[in-house]
């Protein structure tokens, strides 16, 4: 009796496992925002000081500083493309700010009796 409880309770705690797991791999996922800029603009803050201080790095490393310093600024122009198409791109579920007042709708027609 105990066997078959515990059976049971293992095919029952599966069951809902799986079910808990396909929930969330079928959820929608949020609309894009461009919310997510802000991650951009660090990185390319960041990537300026990392340049600088390459720069201003008084050892050769051989040859890895410049290697480094190059693939930064190479990192740099990528990030000012990205925000470049960020721009020109928006997320079809932000909307855009133009500054003036969207029209609105008529009313609907009355229905017929």
Do not use: C, W
Not at 92 to 97: D, H, Q, R, T
């Amino acid at each position: 009796m105990l066997k078959r409880s515990v059976t049971a309770a293992l095919v029952l705690a599966v069951g809902f496992v799986l079910g808990f797991v396909t929930l969330a791999f079928t959820q929608d996922k949020p609309p894009a925002t461009r919310a997510g800029l802000h991650q951009i603009y660090a990185a390319a803050k960041s990537l300026e000081e990392t340049q600088r201080h390459l720069e201003r790095a008084e050892h050769y490393f051989g040859g890895h500083r410049a290697k480094a310093l190059e693939l930064v600024k190479q990192a740099s122009g990528e990030l000012k493309q990205a925000m470049e198409f960020a721009k020109a791109n928006p997320p079809s579920g932000a909307k855009a700010a133009t500054g003036t007042t969207p029209a609105t709708s008529a009313p609907p027609a009355p229905a017929k009796q």
